[in-house]
């Protein structure tokens, strides 16, 4: 689930950071650029791990700040395909189930990922698994929102969320609908997964 990234990149030290040391001012640059930030194919940046490596540090004429060469390794989240992971039901839609790992947020079972059969019931806004029983039966199991959930990871995706053309009207402004740079998919439809209170009881 946790991995550590090699990164090599410049970076740039104000003149008020000065009077720390150059390991300490790193540290704090490198955490407040990178931290809880996505990194394309590489992750979600938790923190500095290690320095490895520091270069010479180089001054820009009309520029104050240092600019130091730097090798170092961040702890990333980046979950390996067919990892078995434990979350926490967020809420669920029509399109599936969104889970919650605390502090990482992005992650949705699809509704042919789920238990079957399963139905969608709209006065309550959950999942419910109608597991089979004796005499052609069944019965509901609901996926009700702050359950525990394990599921299997299936795929990633990256999206570059860049800076985009300004927006010209608020219409437009409204209309545009926020992507997270890092997703997770999910399933359930295995024996063990899903609420953990199916399995325990």
């Known amino acids: 689930m ?4 090699e990164i090599k990149t410049l970076i740039r030290l104000l003149p008020e950071g000065f009077d720390k ?6 540290n704090d640059e490198i955490n407040r650029k990178l931290s809880n930030k996505v990194m394309i194919n590489v992750g979600l940046c938790l923190s500095l791990h290690d320095i490895s490596e520091v270069g010479e540090s180089f001054l820009f004429p009309g520029d104050g700040a240092s600019h130091t060469k730097v090798k170092f390794r961040m702890l990333v989240f980046r979950p390996e395909m067919e990892e078995v992971l434990t979350g926490k039901i967020k809420s669920c839609s029509k399109e599936g189930v969104h889970v919650s790992l605390e502090f990482f947020d992005d992650i949705l079972i699809p509704a042919e990922s789920l238990q079957h059969p399963s139905r969608f019931d709209e006065t309550e806004s959950v999942w419910v698994w109608e597991y089979p029983v004796e005499d052609e039966d069944s019965h509901d199991l609901f996926m009700d929102p702050g359950e525990m959930i394990r599921f299997r990871v299936v795929s ?3 999206l570059d969320t860049g800076p985009t053309k300004p927006k010209v009207s608020d219409a437009e ?16 439809n295995e024996p063990g997964l899903g609420l953990l209170s199916w399995w325990n009881s």
Request: aromatic residues 10%; glycine residues 4%; hydrophobic residues 35%.
């Open 21 to 26: 040391s150059l390991e300490d001012q790193l």
């Open 2 to 5: 946790f991995v550590l990234s």
């Open 173 to 188: 402004q409204q209309d545009e609908v926020k992507t997270p740079p890092y997703r997770l998919v999910g399933t359930i």
């Open 156 to 158: 990633e995706q990256f």
